[in-house]
């Protein structure tokens, strides 16, 4: 990471610090910012939210790696979630999910080549009445058929 | 004194952590219960846990270690209260009110049996190719609870690969039980923060920032989560093969130094509890097992109080009388390696106060290497320097880069006190009955200043003896009685203490080109502290940082492990506070009954100014192999 990049990242996560505080349990709302403006928590984000927070590196690398929607690697400019649990899966959820991998190219877990798109597993997403359910970025989407879906990729940029 | 914030847990949780109930007198602040029928009556606060164990009720535990907080993570210690809908672990219900326990109900019995079956079934590993095989709390636990077959299943292929990237502690996180006693010690005792729990569920292991290896991250490598992992996933860096190998060689000459630590505690080894010192019965084990030369660490501790105490002076003196303001005091000890590996990472713009003195591991291994193989005739490549040591940073600090200073590798092993426990039963030596025999010339015995070095406050109480005697010229047992300097001793975290110079005597010759008098300290106070456990030299670097008291030190004592060397993490395992009291004792009432009990009294150290370190201690020769210097770390990694 270039020096300026780094003093960049330190300045905002100072200003995060001064926003939520510096108690242990301003932690979270921190790593959430760092997540929304970076799309991931980088090795000396956490570093340095760790240094400012008086609390040790691998402490916030626990509660990153814990969080789903916290990552420390870097994701796709848009990040979708399939719902994975049992409901969406007897509302036809693998046919969903062969659609959207075909049309990204990429299985779960992977991101695409041009940082589109990164294709993930979630639990349940509170929609048992309405899946399959996922989510792109913060948006909801439900009941699902694989053309739906692919519809719904297509309007990514 | 600034208050740090001490552990992790959240304020609403600190009545659940290590404090014990502060007092059992006043109105309502004693609870009656009821444990299997039977009536107590316990202090408000009390844990269940706690109350079972005054009232001789044994309540198995995984988890729980009585130097770290509550976690309540292994659910081994479940007990019913009735009320609750569940079992509750016992360790971390304080209890409030009137109680009825049952600790051995049929339902209690299933779900503990339940509990160790399922930590087993992810437990993989043979007990009998494990370093500890009849010291290992989960054998202990599948043997009380009679386990005889793998209800849940067993893990049949390892999982994880070993790390043992570390010079001194080796991670295998296939044997780990996530009780997470390491974190807690790493954070909460140590205050270093290698290992925390990663990832989620079924998932979650014990892990390094980014995973990396044990190598690759800040640790200081003290090995006190070694003490307290209750299973083998963490272990020392064993290098007794490569001694077996050298032993072996009719062409090494292999000697072994010996810490003043380890032989008050090795006899733990051999079920014989804590506090029984066995100096001469391990200098005669050490030699059956082949070691041609058997020498005493206390040997170079006291060189190092020689050494370490001038450069002390010579810093005051510049300081105070010739007025020089870059010089940096107060003086902070380099005895243990733990301590100055975590001064590198947190503390690196204070490394200056840190004495150049090696620490006296390392001064011996120079020594052996120049000037014992000189006057023995023996070539330097062919000696084998292995040393005993309770300390598994012993291990990191041989390898460091810089100590090379005789030309060779200065020492070439660090071993541990278990590790050398071990070769004794492989040799089929019962070391308790072997008879006594003293250490080996050129180095001989030492003083009890040197022994001292094993506790907490021993270096500091060492030096002072040495430089009350050398400055005021009065005998220090006219000062304090026996010779025992007791404000400096005992276990409180950090200790403090003044010391006025009332009058001063002649400088001694050995002094003589350093300073030309001791007036400029008449009347001066000498201050001094003592930290042990890094989570409490953070508190003292802290307040140095904020120019609080400490900063006005003029000579201050760091031991990385909590109990000082006696606490270290190549000690036998389990530790807990009443053993390392135990040890103290054991190596408090030796360096009572010794003849010498002042450095620089020890006339082998003087032989050796006399002899090869002519001039002087901070001299040019000790200066080039009794000094080093330190890296700058830092807290980050790219």
């Known amino acids: ?157 | 004194m600034k208050e740090n914030k001490e552990t992790r847990a959240p304020e609403s949780q600190k009545g659940h952590t290590i404090e014990k109930p502060k007092s059992s007198e006043g109105i309502g602040s004693m609870v009656s219960i009821e444990i299997n029928g039977n009536k107590f009556s316990v202090p408000l606060g009390t844990t269940i846990l706690e109350a079972c164990k005054q009232n001789q009720i044994h309540i198995p535990t995984l988890c729980h270690h009585d130097d770290l907080c509550i976690a309540g993570v292994c659910r081994v210690c479940l007990v019913e209260v009735e009320g609750m809908r569940t079992l509750q672990a016992s360790c971390a219900y304080s209890i409030t009110h009137s109680l009825k326990i049952h600790t051995t109900s049929p339902q209690v019995r299933r779900a503990r049996r339940h509990v160790i079956d399922l930590l087993l079934s992810e437990h993989y590993g043979e007990c009998y190719s494990c370093v500890r095989n009849n010291n290992c709390e989960l054998q202990s636990l599948a043997k009380e609870y009679g386990v005889d077959k793998f209800t849940f299943g067993h893990v049949s292929e390892p999982l994880f690969e070993e790390d043992n990237s570390s010079y001194s502690v080796i991670r295998d996180m296939n044997k780990c039980v996530l009780c997470k006693r390491c974190v807690r010690t790493c954070i909460d005792l140590q205050e270093v923060g290698v290992l925390e729990s990663i990832n989620r569920g079924h998932e979650t292991r014990i892990g390094t920032f980014l995973d990396k290896p044990l190598a690759d991250v800040i640790c200081i490598n003290c090995g006190q989560c070694i003490n307290r992992c209750p299973t083998g996933a963490l272990k020392a860096n064993d290098p007794s093969d490569e001694i077996w190998q050298a032993i072996d060689d009719p062409t090494k000459h292999v000697v072994i130094q010996t810490a003043p630590s380890p032989r008050a505690a090795i006899g733990e080894e051999f079920e014989l509890g804590p506090g029984h010192s066995l100096t001469g019965q391990m200098n005669t084990a050490l030699r059956r097992i082949g070691f041609n030369k058997v020498f005493d660490t206390n040997f170079t501790a006291d060189l190092t109080i020689m050494e370490e105490g001038t450069e002390l002076i010579i810093r005051l003196y510049k300081a105070l009388v010739e007025g020089e303001k870059q010089i940096a005091l107060p003086q902070f000890t380099s005895c243990s390696p733990g301590w100055v590996k975590y001064i590198e990472h947190f503390y690196p713009e204070y490394l200056d106060h840190v004495s150049s003195a090696k620490s006296p591991q390392q001064m011996f291994g120079a020594l052996i290497k120049t000037w014992y193989a000189q006057k023995e005739g023996i070539d330097p490549a062919n000696i084998v320097s292995v040393a005993l040591m309770p300390c598994a940073a012993k291990k990191y600090e041989c390898n460091r880069p810089e100590m090379v200073d005789s030309g060779y590798k200065d020492v070439d092993y660090g071993l541990t006190t278990r590790e050398l426990a071990q070769m004794i039963k492989e040799s089929g030596i019962y070391l308790p009955e072997m008879e006594k025999t003293h250490f080996d010339d050129p180095f001989g015995d030492a003083s009890g200043a040197g022994l001292i070095f094993g506790a907490t406050g021993g270096v500091m109480e060492a030096a002072l003896r040495t430089i009350i005697e050398l400055v005021t010229g009065v005998k220090v047992e006219n000062v304090f009685e026996n010779m025992n300097i007791v404000p400096v001793r005992g276990f409180e975290g950090i200790r403090y203490a003044e010391l006025p110079i009332e009058k001063v005597g002649p400088v001694p010759e050995i002094l003589k080109p350093l300073v030309p008098n001791w007036d400029w300290l008449k009347g001066a106070t000498l201050k001094v502290a003592i930290a042990h456990g890094t989570a409490n030299a953070k508190k003292i670097m802290e307040d140095i940082k904020a120019g609080g008291k400490f900063s006005e030190c003029h000579f201050i004592e760091f031991m990385a492990c909590p109990g000082g060397c006696l606490g270290g993490g190549g000690q036998p395992i389990p530790t807990s506070q009443e053993i390392r009291a135990k040890r103290a004792e054991a190596i408090y009432n030796e360096d009572a009954s010794l003849p010498i009990r002042k450095s620089h009294e020890n006339k082998h150290v003087l032989d050796l100014y006399n002899d090869f370190l002519t001039d002087g201690p901070c001299g040019h020769i000790s200066h080039k192999l009794l000094h080093t210097h330190y890296t700058p770390r830092g807290k980050y990694i790219a």
């Not at chain 1, 242990?24 to 403006?37: A, D, F, T, V, Y």
């Not at chain 1, 040790?56 to 649990?85: A, D």
């Open chain 1, 1 to 157: 990471m270039l020096v300026m990049e780094k003093n960049s990242l330190s300045e905002e996560i100072s200003k995060l610090v001064d926003l939520y505080g510096k108690d242990r349990s301003s932690l979270l709302p921190i790593l959430q910012g760092i997540e929304k403006n970076h799309k991931y928590i980088s090795d000396f984000a956490q570093q340095e939210v760790a240094r400012l927070l008086d609390i040790h590196p691998v402490e916030v690398y626990s509660v990153v790696t814990f969080y789903s929607f916290l990552t420390h690697k870097p994701m796709g400019r848009n990040v979708v979630r399939l719902c994975q649990t049992i409901t969406c899966d007897m509302f036809g959820k693998e046919a969903v999910a062969k659609a959207i991998e075909r049309e990204l190219g990429i299985k779960f877990g992977e991101t695409t080549k041009d940082k589109k798109v990164t294709l993930e597993y979630a639990n349940c997403l509170g929609m048992c009445d309405q899946g399959p359910a996922m989510l792109v970025n913060d948006q909801v989407y439900s009941h699902l058929t694989p053309e739906k879906a692919i519809e719904i990729l297509e309007k990514l940029k």
